[in-house]
């Protein structure tokens, strides 16, 4: 006699009744950063850069910067999104000019680069004490930032990484 075929759990619902599950991804992390120093990055609201850009949204009351401390050898840059399972390291939530996965930054514990991960309004970058910004850097390719670069995104963000300084990270 042929081998019994083999058993399938039932199911409450046809394969094709059922509705498509969502995978969630998890970020996984990535190394931590190497080497002896510590980095962080302050995010700005910058006034000049929102004059430049002319969006819509009121800009936020501009002061100190919020700081990040970078920990990992690789970070999302960008706006979280809950339904989309969006939850970058360097949150810029409160800009709409920000994509959800805007850009990323990456290092090698000495030198960093940051990379336009093909967002809606470019990524930005100039050094200190420069004129903003008018070309944004193409997306997919990496750029080293330099001591003192400002990354400019969205419709106000400036980013500056940077080493932290004592009791920062």
């Not at 990323?104 to 940051?114: K, N």
């Amino acid at each position: 006699a042929p081998p019994a075929p083999p058993r399938r759990r039932p199911t409450s619902a046809p394969r094709a009744a059922r509705p498509p599950t969502r995978r969630r991804h998890r970020r996984r992390p990535t190394a931590p950063v190497p080497g002896p120093d510590q980095w962080v990055v302050e995010i700005w609201i910058d006034p000049d850069w929102y004059a430049a850009q002319q969006p819509e949204d009121p800009m936020p009351s501009a002061g100190l910067p919020g700081l990040v401390v970078l920990r990992e050898r690789s970070v999302l840059v960008g706006r979280p999104s809950v339904s989309r399972g969006i939850h970058p390291q360097v949150d810029c939530g409160a800009d709409t000019g920000v994509s959800r996965r805007h850009c990323q930054l990456s290092t090698d514990g000495q030198r960093w680069w940051v990379e336009d991960l093909q967002s809606s309004n470019g990524t930005y970058v100039s050094p200190a004490g420069e004129p903003l910004p008018t070309d944004p850097i193409p997306a997919g390719q990496r750029r080293e930032l330099a001591d003192g670069d400002r990354v400019y995104l969205g419709a106000w963000t400036r980013l500056v990484v940077r080493k932290a300084l004592p009791g920062e990270a």
